[in-house]
């Protein structure tokens, strides 16, 4: 399948999940929506495969971490900032990784409506990465949205890395 129809097939049936969990995110109260996010907890109430290899109770640590830091995450303008504070979380409670860190940030920013401007990356959207672009991969842990192939860019920042992880697992019926 050409990356031109990938990125329909998206569009129609993957985006629509991711949709759904923004707009379940957006409806929540900033403390539940913390705990939900460090959880993992989707829309149908289940923890969000992810989140699995961190389990509930590491998840809530992380939790408990973001809480006392709710007046910070309150005076954020920036999902960069968001996300500065789910790294911090990260490396002080072992088990929480990279992809803890960013879906974390980017539930909470759901709530907040903060939206990432570039791309972040981690194991499976380097995948997706190696695919769609030629040569190597960034080292770095966001790109830019204006390398990614044309086709993407009718996609906001964070479609692109969803669409990306997908993309890179080649499973079309897998949301990452």
């Known amino acids: 399948m050409d990356l031109f129809k990938t990125v329909i097939w998206y569009k129609e049936e993957a985006l629509p999940l991711l949709t759904q969990t923004k ?3 957006e409806k929540l ?18 923890m969000h495969s992810h989140q699995r290899r961190v389990g509930y109770r590491k998840g809530m640590l992380g939790a408990d971490e973001l ?5 910070e995450i309150k005076r954020c303008t920036s999902f960069d900032d968001i996300f500065s504070i789910t790294e911090t979380v990260k490396k002080d409670i072992y088990r929480l990784g990279d992809l803890w860190s960013y879906d974390t940030a980017l539930r909470i920013g759901f709530n907040l409506q903060i939206y990432p401007q570039q791309v972040y990356v981690q194991c499976g ?11 190597g991969i960034p080292k770095e ?35 990452c």
Request: contains cysteine; charged residues 30%.
């Open 23 to 25: 707009e379940f995110y």
């Open 29 to 46: 109260e900033l403390e539940t929506a913390i705990e939900f996010a460090s959880t993992g907890k989707e829309p149908n109430g289940k």
């Open 67 to 71: 809480a006392r830091k709710i007046e």
């Open 125 to 135: 959207v380097v995948k997706g990465i190696k695919k769609v672009l030629s040569g």
């Open 141 to 175: 842990r966001c790109v830019p949205t204006s390398i990614l192939p044309f086709e993407l860019q009718e996609l906001k920042a964070y479609e692109m890395e969803n669409f990306l992880c997908i993309y890179g697992k080649n499973k079309e019926k897998v949301l």
